[in-house]
């Protein structure tokens, strides 16, 4: 696993078409935008008029986004997806053909048409955006392949802002020429590189599209909130979408008032976007190597507080106004304290990349296929009020309680824990997740191998390991990429502190016959119930910890977990793992109770996860125990 890389997926024809046409459609909506900005400039219109294209350009880009998002989720759902990018890449052209006349007639009203329209390409194209991802990425890769969308999408958008306002600059009397023509061709491009993009089978191709968009906007929004887990990583989306929008918005002024840009002059917001945008699409590319290639949500919590920590310190690095004014970036950089002003930019946008990443990966593996455009559609209208309420949210703070930017900063940092807590509250998995994440990163390094070959992408599996220590669910937890439920014997599971993680992990505990035999048997159920939804189970079949790291018999328990599913029609295949290098590692039991308060001998061990080809039929247990035996071999 550790000699994979995401970066491979753009070689690779099922994702890189995908990956250029979402971020052409990023950079091109973007130099439109900018490139208005910029006629309004080159004709010489008054402030106020500017003022109300920026006040009007944004509603009316985002508009469709509430009146259609509905129904372009049942649309993404019933079609075949390359098919509707197709679509929509073909529809872009006719708008920026639309646009194009409008800067080559110099007129205004026809260019906000075009605007309009293209918020409502950009609406139709959203759902199919993210819902692409799972039909087309293995789940190991749903991170990574997330991770790339969002630093394309990041480093998209700021390019496009740099080259549409350059355009004017640059081409002078040229620029409604050279505005048209850039667009067009975007445009054109991507629907070209749109045909290279492999079938994506639809999501519910006997889907009925309902064309009403208020019932059927609150329809896909009560179908987003049916898990908790989900329901709440999309209230994180949005979240990030209102974190980042008060954010940028706050660059213009903050960038002339706080740093001391020249007045008129955009290059020192620009070098600000740009340090928020290259950190977020680091953090982005980041998230696959801290979660080892799972949907680690983990990183949640961790992207969360390293928001607010570094928005807290980038506002006591400069709380007023600038000393020295009229900089560019060279005279900026001269001044003390812009190397922690960089910093805390930096780092504000990485970790956002590890706050949203993961969130957009949990929403898309935990989604059914055939709900998934429409989820998205529902996290469009959602994230399109959180942009709205953040824009108005930043006019009310400074036009009415007369706030300095600075000040909205810090309430921004304080609101973000209390949101970020607030849905932690909600749902403890998300904090529970970066507990056992910050647990086992600090005490093991960890090797997986064969498992991303051979635990199944989908369908119920049972897996079957040694057992070594008190972290070993944590561990195999931490490195498959579909969520897992553990059985574990209920002494363990009910250990201080690590009690509640398993608990919120949703572990089931077992007994003996003898101990609890009414226990014992809620377990069977609860473990034929989940195989039955076609989720994974793990189970140590030696019944309690090694205690002298050699593998134990498999008790039968395992062959009734198997007679079971095959007596109701739903035979699960099983997937021998073992765990080598546990036992002289953490909270095994080769040191006593005493000993493994202390630091042990092998802090920071390496430890392998190895997994071998699923079993089919009903293997017994001493078939099972020889397999996991052979793959654990000497490294105990």
């Given at each position: ?10 070689t ?53 986004y ?47 048409v ?25 789940p ?17 958008i ?12 640059l ?17 054109v ?12 089978d639809?999501?519910?191709?006997g ?218 509250a ?8 970066f ?73 089931i ?92 001998r ?9 997994a ?23 490294a105990?």
């Amino acid at each position: 696993m550790s000699g994979h890389s995401q970066f491979a997926l753009l070689t690779q024809r099922r994702f890189l078409p995908y990956f250029i046409v979402q971020a052409l459609g990023a950079f091109n909506d973007n130099v439109y935008r900018q490139a208005i900005i910029g006629l309004l400039f080159f004709l010489g219109v008054t402030t106020e008029q500017r003022s109300l294209y920026a006040m009007l350009a944004p509603a009316i880009f985002i508009l469709p986004y509430f009146l259609f998002s509905a129904i372009a989720g049942q649309v993404a759902e019933k079609l075949e997806k390359q098919r509707l990018i197709v679509i929509t890449t073909a529809m872009e052209i006719a708008i920026m053909s639309l646009a194009a006349a409008g800067f080559l007639l110099q007129n205004m009203p026809v260019l906000l048409v075009a605007l309009f329209c293209t918020g409502v390409q950009s609406t139709l194209f959203g759902p199919v955006k993210y819902s692409v991802l799972p039909a087309i990425l293995k789940p190991e890769e749903l991170t990574g392949g997330n991770g790339l969308v969002e630093m394309g999408t990041s480093i998209s958008i700021l390019f496009g802002m740099i080259f549409g306002g350059l355009i004017f600059q640059l081409a002078g009397a040229q620029g409604p020429a050279v505005a048209a023509t850039a667009i067009v061709l975007l445009a054109v491009t991507g629907n070209l590189v749109a045909r290279r993009i492999p079938r994506v089978d639809a999501g519910a191709p006997g889907l009925k599209v309902h064309w009403n968009p208020l019932p059927e906007s609150l329809a896909v929004l009560r179908m987003a909130r049916r898990q908790p887990a989900v329901r709440n990583a999309i209230l994180g989306v949005s979240w990030f979408w209102f974190f980042g929008t008060l954010l940028t918005s706050q660059l213009p002024a903050y960038a002339e008032v706080n740093l001391g840009g020249a007045s008129g002059s955009a290059a020192l917001y620009i070098g600000a976007l740009a340090l928020f945008s290259i950190g977020t699409g680091a953090g982005s590319l980041l998230c696959e190597k801290l979660s080892a290639r799972t949907v680690e949500i983990g990183l949640v919590p961790l992207g969360a507080f390293g928001m607010s920590a570094f928005l807290l310190d980038l506002y006591f690095a400069r709380s007023g106004a600038a000393p020295v004014g009229g900089l560019d970036i060279a005279g900026f950089l001269d001044q003390p304290g812009s190397v922690r002003i960089i910093v805390d930019l930096l780092g504000i946008g990485l970790f956002t990349g590890f706050f949203v990443v993961p969130l957009f990966a949990l929403v898309q593996s935990r989604t059914p296929a055939s709900e998934m455009s429409r989820v998205f559609a529902a996290v469009n209208i959602q994230n399109s009020l959180f942009i709205v309420t953040a824009a108005l949210v930043g006019i009310a703070l400074q036009q009415v309680l007369e706030w300095t930017i600075p000040q909205v900063l810090l309430a921004l940092a304080i609101a973000n824990l209390v949101v970020a807590g607030w849905i932690f509250a909600l749902v403890p998995e998300f904090l529970m997740r970066f507990l056992s994440w910050l647990m086992v990163r600090a005490l093991y390094r960890m090797r997986p191998r064969g498992i991303e070959d051979n635990v199944p992408d989908e369908g119920a599996a049972l897996i079957v390991c040694n057992h070594v220590s008190y972290m070993d669910a944590l561990i195999l937890a931490a490195s498959i990429p579909r969520p897992v439920r553990f059985v574990m014997y209920y002494r363990i599971f009910n250990i201080p502190v690590m009690r509640w993680i398993f608990r919120t992990a949703r572990a089931i505990p077992i007994a003996g016959a003898r101990e609890d035999p009414a226990l014992m048997q809620r377990a069977f159920d609860e473990i034929d119930a989940t195989l039955a939804e076609g989720e994974l189970v793990c189970i140590f079949p030696e019944g309690a910890l090694t205690k002298d790291g050699a593998i134990a018999p498999f008790k039968s328990g395992v062959e009734k977990i198997l007679e079971r599913a095959a007596q109701a029609g739903r035979p699960v295949p099983v997937v021998p793992m073992a765990l080598r290098g546990m036992w002289s590692s953490m909270w095994s039991r080769r040191d006593g109770r005493l000993g493994r308060m202390r630091v042990p001998r092998r802090f920071r061990a390496q430890v392998e996860v190895v997994a071998a080809p699923p079993l089919d039929g009903q293997p017994s247990a001493a078939e099972l125990e020889a397999r996991v035996r052979e793959l654990r071999g000497d490294a105990a």
